[in-house]
């Protein structure tokens, strides 16, 4: 096996994902300790790795997440622990595959977030929702969502964001190497 700084990456990186799904599932809120664990070990691996380069790399990551996403934060469209964990992810990643995770993230985030709404309001809180949304442009006047209807749900988005993740990696040349490495590998392990 060729590179395990790359594996040892994406397993911490998966491990924070389930951990924050969890959380973010469970509580809505992921803890400020699992964040700053991702941070800790993103910026460990890459300083131990590669030195000075890794730091950066790490430094750069961490700080693209905070610039990408505060704003989306500061809108109130990502909680503050969604943003803590895409800067550890990014420590650890590194700056390109945070990007394209954000961006699949999104992409995900939009079939995550209907799934969720529906299971917490059934069919009826979409529709009572469209309805509102009709309204408001008829009337060109706003109103508040009503108590039931999917536009007032809170909706966890780290499922959205490891979704996003796993796509960035599937597609992700080194990661493609790693795994048919790690595959042949244990394919002779297994003859």
């Known amino acids: 096996m060729s590179d395990p700084q790359l594996t040892l990456q994406l397993l911490l990186s998966g491990l924070f994902f389930i951990l924050a799904i969890g959380f973010d599932l469970s ?8 964040c700053l664990w991702a941070i800790f070990c993103g910026f460990a691996i890459n300083g131990y790795f590669a030195q000075l380069q890794g730091v950066l790399l790490a430094s750069l990551g961490f700080a693209l997440a905070f610039v990408v996403l505060f704003p989306v934060f500061a809108i109130r469209i990502l909680g503050a622990g969604d943003v803590k964990l895409m ?45 509102r949304y009709w309204y408001c442009v008829y009337c060109r006047t706003y109103f508040r969502p009503e108590p039931g209807e999917a536009a007032g749900q809170k909706v966890p988005y780290a499922p959205a964001l490891a979704l996003g993740w796993i796509w960035a990696c599937s597609l992700d040349n080194q990661v493609i190497g790693l795994y048919v490495e790690l595959n042949q590998y244990f394919g002779t392990l297994g003859a």
């Open 27 to 34: 509580r809505e809120k992921i803890p400020n300790a699992l």
């Open 87 to 131: 800067m550890g992810i990014g420590a650890l990643m590194g700056p390109q595959l945070l990007l394209w995770s954000l961006a699949y993230g999104v992409a995900a985030g939009a079939i995550t977030s209907l799934m969720l709404i529906m299971w917490k309001t059934g069919f009826s809180g979409l529709v009572k929702t469209l309805k």
